[in-house]
């Protein structure tokens, strides 16, 4: 069966800092990768996505970037974090194959910015 | 552009209770597919139930079904017997790519 990783849990970093965020997925292959953000209270808002290596397609013009350097590893960085940064990242993925309109999430990243 | 509307920011219900969340969307397409995520307070979104439009069937899973009204763009959540598990944020999201647009959410509060 498939499953995601995210790491680390919970993140506490100070403005200007650089941020990583990764994220695994587990028996699967080729699958579409995503990562959303979540500030509290709100819904989700689809940061960048990726069907491949080296394939990443971003949503909204911020300070954050993604990379995908495997098959099954999706990464979140940004040089300097902003306190607008904080919040909830999931990432999720999907199959390429039928079936590509369901994700299925991780546990999630908490983030906060001082 | 595809939207979701959840015009319900809050429900509650008792425990063995029926509730039932409401959703409306959006979309000028004829083939989609419509989802329910649930997001407890731990935040893992999970998926709940999954409907494809060219499906007449309601879909059902368990305690949980829906019902789609592809004429009047309604989706709808039914959680029977509710327990208090189920307390938590629900999500309704549409898909006709690979790519998912959610609804804003409605807290549901499940009482003892």
């Known amino acids: 069966s498939q499953t995601i990783h995210q790491w680390p849990a919970t993140l506490v970093q100070p403005v200007g800092s650089p941020l990583s965020l990764e994220c695994t997925v587990e028996?699967?292959?080729?699958?579409?990768l995503y990562w959303y953000r979540q500030a509290a209270g709100r819904g989700l808002q689809l940061l960048f996505y990726?069907?491949?290596?080296?394939?990443i397609s971003s949503e909204v013009p911020q300070n954050l970037s993604a990379s995908r350097p495997q098959d099954r590893q999706f990464i979140l960085s940004s040089k300097k974090l902003l306190l607008s940064d904080s919040g909830f990242y999931l990432c999720?993925?999907?199959?390429?194959?039928?079936?590509?309109?369901?994700?299925?999430f991780g546990p999630g990243t908490r983030l906060l910015v001082l | 552009a595809q939207t979701v509307t959840q015009s319900q920011p809050e429900m509650s219900v008792q425990e063995a209770e029926t509730v039932t969340l409401s959703c409306t969307y959006d979309?000028?397409?004829?083939?989609?597919?419509l989802f329910w995520y649930k997001q407890p307070p731990s935040r893992q979104m999970i998926l709940v139930i999954r409907?494809?439009?060219?499906?007449?069937q309601n879909a059902t899973e368990n305690r949980f079904s829906v019902n789609f009204q592809k004429a009047a763009k309604s989706f709808s959540l039914k959680i029977s017997d509710s327990q208090l598990g189920d307390t938590a944020m629900y999500f309704c999201?549409?898909?006709?790519?690979?790519?998912?647009?959610f609804g804003t959410g409605t807290r549901l509060q499940v009482f003892p």
């Open positions: 990726s069907v491949g290596i080296g394939q």
């Open positions: 999201a549409f898909s006709n790519t690979d790519k998912l647009i």
């Open positions: 028996g699967t292959s080729n699958p579409n």
């Open positions: 999720a993925w999907s199959t390429q194959l039928a079936g590509a309109e369901t994700q299925y």
């Open positions: 409907q494809e439009a060219y499906k007449q």
């Open positions: 979309t000028s397409e004829n083939n989609y597919y």
